[in-house]
């Protein structure tokens, strides 16, 4: 199941489509969302945060312990984190960064134009894409992106 929830940033500039693995976690579990322009300034809680890049999304932690609780297979034994939400999927981004959803599908139909022409080059070039892509999000700073597997 794929929903998309859309979340505005504090200062309503800037806005993030967040995942949620397995609807595990209810939307409410972002407490706040701060883009790179409203994040500056904020005290970083490293127990409900997560800075990524510029954006940072505050957890509601105690929605985040209800929700899991005998839903979470993998549960570390310290309970559940910040970390934990945004690196297992629970609430991510939708894609590796906000807006990657939206700039992927172009890209993407880009190359599509290249499957009606040359299958077998458009395969090269979907991997060749996927691969530049991550390594250069990774350079960037973004979390997801340094955390990819590349094989
Ligand atoms: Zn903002």
């Not at 932690?61 to 570390?76: C, E, H, K, T």
């Not at 190359?111 to 009606?116: A, D, K, Q, T, Y």
Request: aromatic share 10%.
């Amino acid at each position: 199941m794929c929903v998309d929830h859309k979340i505005i940033c504090r200062c309503g500039r800037a806005a993030a489509s967040f995942n949620l693995r397995d609807e595990i976690m209810p939307v409410e579990v972002i407490r706040g969302l701060y883009c790179p322009g409203c994040s500056v300034g904020i005290a970083l809680d490293p127990g409900s945060m997560i800075a990524d890049n510029g954006w940072v999304i505050d957890y509601d932690m105690d929605i985040a312990g209800f929700a899991s609780l005998n839903r979470v297979a993998n549960l570390p034994a310290s309970g559940v984190t910040a970390e934990f939400l945004f690196d297992e999927g629970y609430c991510t981004w939708k894609g590796l960064y906000p807006g990657d959803a939206e700039d992927s599908a172009r890209e993407k139909a880009e190359l599509l134009e290249l499957s009606r022409q040359d299958r077998l080059k458009y395969i090269r070039e979907f991997r060749r894409w996927t691969l530049d892509r991550i390594a250069r999000l990774a350079g960037m700073g973004w979390r997801k992106a340094q955390a990819a597997d590349l094989d």
